[in-house]
């Protein structure tokens, strides 16, 4: 079964320090990762995946498929990164249906 | 402008009244999706959808039903509600039957059983 794991629940740094959420999956086959974002009081949406190799607001993320880890990195946070971030894995195996599996999430905080 | 759309997106109910939460997609997408957020669990899957009359289980079905009559439309429906499913409920939807390509979520809504 696919598992992703984030380890921390709370994360929080100051304004300008580099960020780093962690996350780490178990899945036999070859995943599809993800990284959503929810800001306060607005819906889940994507933030990147890693098939794109993108950077998106500062962010990137690498997966590291010997370390099985897909942990999302920024160089210099700022306030507005403040917010609820999930890890997730989907299950591309050429006509599977499965739904994405998500972490528990982790509630970065920016301090100013 | 291309969006997923739920209603209502607050409602308190009470044990046992049945309810039904609508979702709308806009973007003629073929997946659609349901979850539950829990605090300490994250996002869930509930069930979902390929296609029209296509309808499957997800990881925590129990207590739910579905259905996708429409391609733009599916309904989550709780026959009989218990305070087991408060919960912040997303549905989400996707081009292809495969969460391969990006979902696009609805705003959520937060219900509460009493």
């Known amino acids: 079964a696919q598992r992703v794991t984030q380890p921390e629940k709370l994360l929080s740094v100051f304004k300008g320090a580099p960020v780093e959420l962690k996350c780490n999956y178990s899945y036999s086959g070859s995943p599809e990762l993800f990284w959503y974002v929810q800001y306060s009081r607005q819906r889940l949406q994507l933030l990147l995946r890693h098939i794109s190799r993108e950077s998106i607001k500062g962010f990137t993320a690498d997966l590291n498929k010997g370390e099985t880890s897909f942990h999302l990195k920024k160089p210099f946070a700022q306030e507005e990164d403040s917010a609820m971030y999930y890890c997730?894995?989907?299950?591309?195996?050429?006509?599977?249906?499965?739904?994405?599996?998500f972490g528990k999430g982790t509630h970065l905080i920016i301090q100013p | 402008e291309a969006q997923v759309t739920q209603n209502p997106r607050y409602l308190i109910t009470v044990t046992g009244k049945k309810l039904t939460v609508t979702c709308s997609q806009n973007?003629?997408?073929?997946?659609m999706s349901w979850y539950r957020q829990d605090p300490g669990l994250g996002l869930r899957q509930i069930y979902y959808?390929?296609?029209?009359?296509?309808?499957d289980k997800g990881d925590v079905p129990e207590g739910y039903k579905v259905s996708r009559k429409e391609k733009r439309n599916f309904p989550l429906i709780l026959e009989s509600p218990s305070p087991n499913q408060t919960s912040l409920y997303f549905c989400?939807?996707?081009?292809?039957?495969?969460?391969?390509?990006?979902?696009?979520f609805g705003p959520g809504t937060r219900l509460t059983v009493l």
């Open positions: 989400a939807s996707s081009l292809l039957p495969s969460s391969y390509n990006e979902q696009f």
């Open positions: 973007m003629n997408h073929e997946y």
């Open positions: 959808s390929m296609n029209v009359e296509v309808t």
């Open positions: 997730a894995l989907s299950d591309y195996s050429g006509g599977g249906a499965d739904g994405l599996t």
